[in-house]
């Protein structure tokens, strides 16, 4: 149907432009949406269709090779890191959980335009199952990254019984014209990917464009055309919130940098020496902070791999590994939360200017640290539930 958008390594890609991101960062920031020059060079480069099935036009590589590219482009710049990783893993997604019919709709004409966004837990949903489909009366979604940009959309909502028991998660497909935006992503951080609500009235979705999400995530995907191709046997839900927590890895990894750079310039006050970079402090607060973030690095990319293992096995992650999995994550966003925290210590007070590197860094980190599903606390608790031998508090493994 579609012919591959790029054959280059999207890992080389993401580190060329890096340089062009950083130009741009102010830009992103200040309008609130990524600019299109850099959605082109995006595209262009293929990193929005990694995971994508070759079939339509992607690339069908792997979890490892995308966190790669997502950490790179993430060192230039946060927002724009932060769009690749979601609008990239919704490929997956969308690529898993729906059949060959919803495939054949979405990626039918221009599979090179066809951008996703979305969100699986509404605010608001009053659903009602007609002929054919469902009538969306009224649907609101917040937090949707790629709102900007996006041709396609996916949405989740629940279904009760007549208890007012939630008994499934749907998902839904839907091209985004039938979408409202709602230009209401004015932020601490993160300001630049467009994560604006969205809204949905009387819109009718057929039935081959609907799936479960709670059997998706547990491994029961209608995606038989794929099944012959591992990438589309990957866990679904870690490798979601994998996608939630590489930008931080790449912030982190750009700001280590800067205050390596900055030291040969920095004289210090009060410390005993003439310049920073000959204190014991800086020496030490340096060391844990490169150990913190390499240590991060190791649990992100070592569950990029073992989700990829899985997968190439053709099969699905059994739910307690899906459950250390992200155990891992949170722990790994909390060790970068104690890197950036010492980076700052170090720093001085020259960051509260305007224009500071690191005030950009501190914003978009700390917005993207405050993701719930990211959580250190939540996601260790489920995990030691686990290991005691009880159920998890959540229900999405």
């Not at 432009?17 to 293929?46: F, H, S």
């Not at 995907?221 to 866990?235: C, K, N, Q």
């Not at 870690?238 to 930008?247: N, Q, T, Y």
């Not at 960051?351 to 599903?373: A, E, N």
Request: with cysteine.
């Amino acid at each position: 149907m579609g012919q591959v958008l790029k054959q280059e390594n999207p890992v080389e890609v993401a580190k060329s432009l890096v340089i062009k991101l950083q130009e741009r960062a102010q830009e992103t920031e200040d309008n609130r949406r990524i600019p299109e020059e850099t959605i082109r060079e995006l595209k262009e480069g293929g990193l929005f269709t990694m995971l994508r099935p070759k079939k339509y036009g992607g690339q069908e590589l792997n979890l490892r090779t995308y966190s790669e590219a997502v950490v790179e482009i993430s060192k230039g710049c946060a927002s724009t890191g932060w769009i690749v990783a979601l609008c990239a893993i919704r490929e997956l997604m969308v690529a898993e959980s729906f059949t060959e019919k919803a495939h054949d709709e979405i990626f039918g004409e221009n599979p090179e335009d066809v951008l996703f966004a979305g969100v699986y837990e509404p605010r608001k949903c009053v659903v009602k199952k007609v002929e054919g489909g469902y009538l969306i009366e009224e649907g609101f979604w917040m937090f949707c990254s790629g709102s900007l940009h996006a041709t396609w959309g996916y949405f989740g909502f629940p279904i009760y019984n007549e208890e007012g028991v939630m008994v499934d998660q749907k998902l839904m497909t839907v091209p985004f014209k039938e979408l409202e935006i709602n230009d209401d992503w004015h932020t601490l951080g993160l300001r630049g990917t467009g994560s604006n609500s969205v809204k949905m009235t009387n819109v009718f979705v057929p039935d081959h464009r609907i799936t479960s999400f709670s059997s998706a995530l547990n491994g029961n995907f209608e995606s038989s055309h794929l099944r012959d191709i591992p990438l589309y046997h990957s866990a679904l839900f870690p490798g979601l919130i994998l996608s939630l927590g590489l930008p931080g890895l790449g912030v982190l990894k750009n700001a280590l940098e800067s205050f390596k750079e900055s030291l040969p310039f920095r004289r210090a006050a009060h410390m005993g020496v003439e310049f920073v970079k000959d204190a014991a402090s800086t020496h030490a607060i340096l060391a844990e902070a490169s150990l913190k973030v390499e240590t991060a690095e190791h649990y992100f990319y070592g569950l990029a791999d073992e989700i990829d293992r899985w997968a190439n096995e053709k099969k699905y992650m059994e739910r307690q590994a899906r459950v250390k999995a992200l155990a891992d994550i949170g722990y790994a966003n909390k060790l970068l939360k104690e890197a950036l925290d010492l980076l700052l210590a170090g720093s001085g007070s020259g960051f509260v200017y305007d224009g500071h590197p690191m005030q950009r860094v501190i914003r978009d980190f700390l917005t993207l640290h405050s993701h719930r599903s990211l959580s250190p606390i939540i996601t260790l608790e489920n995990y030691g539930r686990e290991l005691a031998g009880l159920k998890t508090n959540a229900i999405r493994y």
